[in-house]
């Protein structure tokens, strides 16, 4: 499995990015993907998931409304749409994609990474 993300960068606040991740080596379109971030001293978080149909699921409430994620199933890829984003949103970026098929996404350990991708809101 190999996840590679793209699209991290500086931006001021109220800008936007668009983070993209590529992924391969496994079935994509029949596992659930999302993104999670890690901000300077504090333990990583899931912040979005999105269903192997597309049912997306915002974790922070504070992204709902300015992020938005997607799939691509033909492509195998991954967005996340930030707009709005506040100096909050710093951090290091990661896509994660869900290798268990169990009824709930990122409910076991079987988790695949990306290398991440920073983003800093200053």
């Known amino acids: 499995v190999q996840l590679v993300e793209s699209g991290g960068g500086s931006v001021q606040p109220g800008g936007s990015l668009r983070l993209s991740c590529d992924a391969s080596?496994?079935?994509?379109?029949?596992?659930?993907m999302g993104w999670f971030r890690q901000a300077p001293g504090k333990e990583r978080e899931e912040i979005a998931e999105?269903?192997?149909?597309?049912?997306?699921?915002y974790l922070v409430d504070s992204v709902r409304g300015r992020f938005i994620i997607s799939r691509d199933n033909d492509k195998n890829t991954l967005s996340l749409q930030m707009d709005h984003l506040e100096p909050e949103d710093t951090g290091m970026y990661y896509c994660?994609?869900?290798?268990?098929?169990?009824?709930?996404?990122?409910?076991?350990?079987?988790?695949?990474w990306g290398q991440g991708t920073q983003v800093t809101v200053s």
């Open positions: 994660a994609a869900d290798l268990a098929s169990g009824a709930y996404c990122f409910s076991s350990d079987r988790i695949a």
């Open positions: 080596g496994y079935t994509y379109s029949s596992n659930c």
């Open positions: 999105i269903k192997p149909r597309g049912a997306p699921r």
